[in-house]
């Protein structure tokens, strides 16, 4: 199914990935700021976790393949469609 990217869509899609971070990180870090009690070493691990694992990994999950994981590509997608879980990727040297 292939579908048709609109400029409503485009818009949202910025406005929710670049322009509401901008505004939403400095008042979310003020925020855990003040309910922290000006702990600012809580403050950057609360805000680095959100970044590692909102912006980071998926930026890591995105360019993989430029880190030479197409032998976990392959298992994850065996693994995932009948095994019972997830197996561990162990890349052969041929």
């Given amino acids: 199914m292939t579908s048709t990217s609109s400029p409503l869509r485009n818009r949202l899609l910025f406005a929710s990935t670049y322009a509401f971070p901008v505004v939403a990180f400095p008042l979310v870090t003020y925020g855990w700021w003040r309910s ?43 693994s995932m469609s009948g095994s019972a879980g997830l197996q561990p990727c162990h890349k052969r040297s041929t």
Avoid: K, N, Q
């Fill in 36 to 78: 922290s009690g000006g702990s600012w070493r809580f403050v950057a691990v609360v805000m680095g976790v959100a970044v590692l694992f909102g912006y980071l990994m998926p930026w890591i999950r995105r360019h993989e393949r430029s880190f030479g994981s197409d032998a976990c590509d392959e298992a994850a997608s065996t």
